[in-house]
């Protein structure tokens, strides 16, 4: 809505507390002025005649002054002051009566004049003030004509002042009347300015009883949800079948005071969306509790909605499929692998007796090839497992001194072959767990072998194993290569990697995916901190420490399948 749109509040003050509007003010004004001139005319001409005098010309002159008074309205005009005029008029007429024989004088006319005030001043309030004012005149003329009797007998004055107030009556009601078409006038263009605004905005807005019945409808409405259907048979029978006990529910939730929203098909047209917003409308006036609803086609953003999931599912499927297809080719390749492996050992230990120098180191490369790449699959599958969320952890209480020490045999020979140092930093205590010893015991690996790997000779690994509180930790740390800041950021998910051509080749950087993912399985987390040059620190941190706790339940190793973090 624009500024020249917008109603003025002053006016629609002034309409609601019956007061006129500024341009109806001069009207008023000229009908006070008129009396008063009229009023002093008679005054005058009454005296100069010979007339009137005595009290009677001070009873036509003291009605001079709430005609006066009235002038006043043109400076200042309200609700006080025109209380305040009302008595003015009705002391001015109780006075008049007072002096002038009361109602057998010949000013018993005058009586009536703050009636015709309130007609001139418009509104009911005005009118009951004026109607008192003259009930309160009329019983002080009584009260005259029996304390000091009959006035005194001037007809022609009687005259005068009856035709006097009969024109100024007729004058307060041709204005009154004006008054009323004014404020008729005024409200009528209000609902018609409200009516076009709510007809030109871009929804259909419906006032609804409790049991869908349409009361109004203003706006545009939907293509596929007409208007005057909506007024022969409600709005539920405009909605398809399956959608209305969610509509049902929406309008109740909106009847007991709460925003309430649905959305629904039209029953002309299955393949759009309305979308519905309710609130109760709060009408005196109605009978029972209604509701008013506001409709917009949300077929665009239904169609949107949808599209996002169908590729939501397709994304999905794909991913399950390439875990399946990762699963399926890796069980295919371990198996004739795993004979190669095999076969190639005992050539290379010469069991069914010697062979050629040359032969033997081809057979050691077929067995360190092997087993890498059994290695590599062996990753492969687990990540698979884990991202498809199948991988189960089978949780039991173990010593975790144990498992590292295993890891860290299983390394050593790597290391010694490499002139690489490595040791343990182990508590003398049991480090008690809950965990899957596996999953433990590959995460302790995987670490181990990347800093051997990654550490020239010469160096140094450590292994450090603490309990604090209720958390296993586990730092690996070494003087090796070290890791960029750039890189480290990206470490830890699937076949990401760091480091030169090399360096990279020696890896296949699903070992500290595999870490991390088997941490957070178990609620833990993993953090890397390394200096480029100088060496690196991974640590693993997990809730599975048993120090405090509560013992496990018996009968042996607990099966629980643990759901695997979105980042893995």
Known sequence: ?????????????????????????????????????????????????????????????????????????????????????????????????????????????????????????????????????????????????????????????????????????????????????????????????????????????????????????????????????????????AVHAPDRPRLLAAMERAAQGHDASAAFAPRLALDRRIQLILRRLDDPSAAAPRLIAQAFDATSQYARELGLDTARVEAEAREAGKTRFLANMSHELRTPLNAVIGFSDIMRQRLFGPMPERYAAYVEDIHEAGGHLLDLINDVLDVSKIEAERYVLTLERFDARETVSAAIALVRVNADDKGVSLSGVLPAEIVEVAADKRALKQIALNLLSNAVKFTPPGGAVTVAVEAIGPYLEIVVADTGIGIAPEDVRRLGRPFEQAGEIEQRRQGTGLGLSLVRALSELHGGRMSIDSTLGEGTAVTVRMPVAQVARAPAPEGGAEIIPMPVSGGN
């Not at 006035?151 to 009556?169: E, I, R």
């Open 1 to 237: 809505m624009n500024s020249t749109d917008r109603p003025d509040p002053k006016s629609a003050t002034e309409t609601a507390t019956g007061t006129l509007p500024a341009r109806d003010r001069p009207g008023l004004a000229a009908w006070h002025a008129g009396w008063a001139v009229a009023a002093a005319l008679l005054a005058l001409g009454g005296r100069w005649l010979g007339d009137i005098d005595g009290p009677v010309f001070y009873a036509v002159l003291a009605m001079v002054i709430p005609g006066l008074t009235g002038l006043g309205l043109l400076q200042r005009d309200g609700g006080n002051q025109r209380t305040a005029l009302l008595a003015v008029w009705g002391l001015a007429a109780l006075l008049a009566a007072a002096l002038s024989g009361g109602l057998t004088g010949p000013l018993a006319g005058f009586v009536f004049l703050p009636l015709a005030a309130g007609l001139a001043l418009g509104g009911h309030r005005p009118v009951q003030a004026g109607a008192a004012g003259v009930a309160v005149a009329a019983l002080a003329g009584l009260s005259s004509v029996w304390l000091v009797g009959s006035g005194p007998h001037m007809p022609v004055l009687a005259a005068l002042s009856a035709v006097l107030t009969a024109a100024a009556a007729s004058l307060a009601v041709g204005l009154s009347w004006r008054q009323r078409e004014t404020r008729l006038a005024t409200a009528e263009a209000e609902a018609a300015r409200v009516e076009a605004l709510l007809a030109a905005q871009p929804g259909l807005t419906l006032v609804l009883e409790a049991s869908g019945r349409v009361v109004a409808a203003y706006g545009a409405p939907p293509a596929t949800l007409p208007v005057d259907p909506l007024f022969e048979t409600g709005l539920i029978a």
